[in-house]
Nanobody, 121 residues
């Protein structure tokens, strides 16, 4: 079964940067859209950003707009989330997902295992 494998999480100070990667385990997976969601401690999972594979049209949550950038590499079947100016409230487990697009979890049928991002003061 095709899997999505995330990497790049870790511990960073507030104001710092991290780049998350999400690679499909097989290059035969046709991706229509890829998204990032996150689950802060004790809270529900929430939408972060999404990118449409064919034309790189993107959409962001208001809380990350201007700080995070989602991108993709077609040749590698890999998506990225560049996170700059990180804040304490960005601390969460970050999940990538592949599916039909949009802000809602139900639109995505393949998910990664999650990677922890911790922002310290």
């Amino acid at each position: 079964q095709v899997q999505l494998v995330e990497s790049g999480g870790g511990l960073v100070q507030a104001g710092g940067s991290l780049r998350l990667s999400c690679a499909a385990s097989t290059r035969t997976l046709r991706i229509y859209s890829m998204a990032w969601f996150r689950q802060p401690p004790g809270k529900e999972r929430e939408f972060v950003a999404t990118i449409r594979w064919v034309d790189s049209i993107t959409e962001y949550a208001d809380s990350v707009k201007g700080r995070f950038t989602i991108s993709r590499d077609n040749a590698k079947n890999t998506g990225y989330l560049q996170m700059n100016s990180l804040k304490l409230e960005d601390t969460a487990v970050y999940f990538c997902a592949a599916g039909s697009g949009g802000r809602y979890e139900w639109a995505y049928d393949r998910w990664g295992q999650g990677t922890q991002v911790t922002v310290s003061s």
